[in-house]
């Protein structure tokens, strides 16, 4: 039974920083590739960051490059995004994303709140 669960959301004033964490089971995780999206309200959901299964490559959306930061630790079976220099349009549910190139990124977790307001 695969369980990906957020965790670190919250609010947040602008300019201010989180770091959210995905816990994985059910699955083996040091060989899935892994991914962070966000969804706003009446908006789509949003690619922020990539990472392969060994921690060894990542990729950012435009919109993540240069403020988020993606990482992983598989003896934890956790990834990570650290989110810096935080916007009120940052505010969304953030969840993640686990799965490989067979059998394509099909498992979700529930999704953390991130608001930030002053």
């Known amino acids: 039974q695969v369980q990906l669960v957020e965790s670190g959301g919250g609010l947040v004033q602008p300019g201010g920083s989180l770091r959210l964490a995905c816990a994985g089971t059910?699955?083996?995780?040091?060989?899935?590739?892994m991914r962070w999206y966000r969804q706003a309200p009446r908006k789509a959901r949003e690619f922020l960051a990539a990472?392969?299964?060994?921690?060894?490559?990542?990729s950012y959306a435009d919109s993540a490059k240069g403020r988020f930061t993606i990482s992983r630790d598989n003896a934890k079976n956790t990834v990570y995004l650290q989110m810096n220099s935080l916007k009120p349009e940052d505010t969304a549910v953030y969840y993640c994303?686990?799965?490989?190139?067979?059998?394509?990124?099909?498992?979700w977790g529930q999704g953390t709140q991130v608001t930030v307001s002053s």
């Open positions: 059910g699955f083996a995780f040091d060989n899935y590739g």
């Open positions: 994303n686990a799965g490989t190139q067979r059998s394509g990124y099909v498992y």
């Open positions: 990472i392969g299964s060994a921690g060894g490559s990542t």
